[in-house]
């Protein structure tokens, strides 16, 4: 029931650095996790970046001292911070809140459009 939008992707340069923001129609601060997915062309849909409500938050060995997710509850806004950006970090970035099951996650709603990031120089 909870509508996403993201915002703040772009084009940039190997090394450089973009913030993401993902606004939701619903409060947040009662939701256990949310996380930042991303899909490259002709891959599959990869999970890079997760915090929960208490602030526990764990990354993809790809992103890993490079990305940095945070949320704002009284904004019902979730953000992740890319710096050093690679040219393997272009892809169409999504968010969602996040159900943990057997130890692993799952996403809980529908997507929203995503917004594209491009590394290239």
């Known amino acids: 029931q909870v509508q996403l939008v993201e915002s703040g992707g772009g084009l940039v340069q190997p090394g450089g650095s973009l913030r993401l923001s993902c606004a939701a129609s619903?409060?947040?601060?009662?939701?256990?996790?949310m996380g930042w997915y991303r899909q490259a062309p002709g891959k599959q849909r990869e999970l890079v970046a997760v915090?929960?409500?208490?602030?526990?938050?764990n990354y993809a060995d790809s992103v890993k001292g490079r990305f940095t997710i945070s949320r704002d509850n009284a904004k019902n806004t979730v953000y992740l911070q890319m710096n050093s950006l690679k040219p393997e970090d272009t892809a169409v970035y999504y968010c969602?809140?996040?159900?943990?099951?057997?130890?692993?996650?799952?996403?809980?709603?529908?997507w929203g459009q995503g917004t594209q990031v491009t590394v290239s120089s």
């Open positions: 619903g409060s947040i601060f009662s939701i256990y996790a």
């Open positions: 915090i929960t409500s208490g602030g526990v938050t």
């Open positions: 969602n809140g996040l159900h943990t099951t057997q130890g692993s996650w799952y996403p809980q709603w529908y």
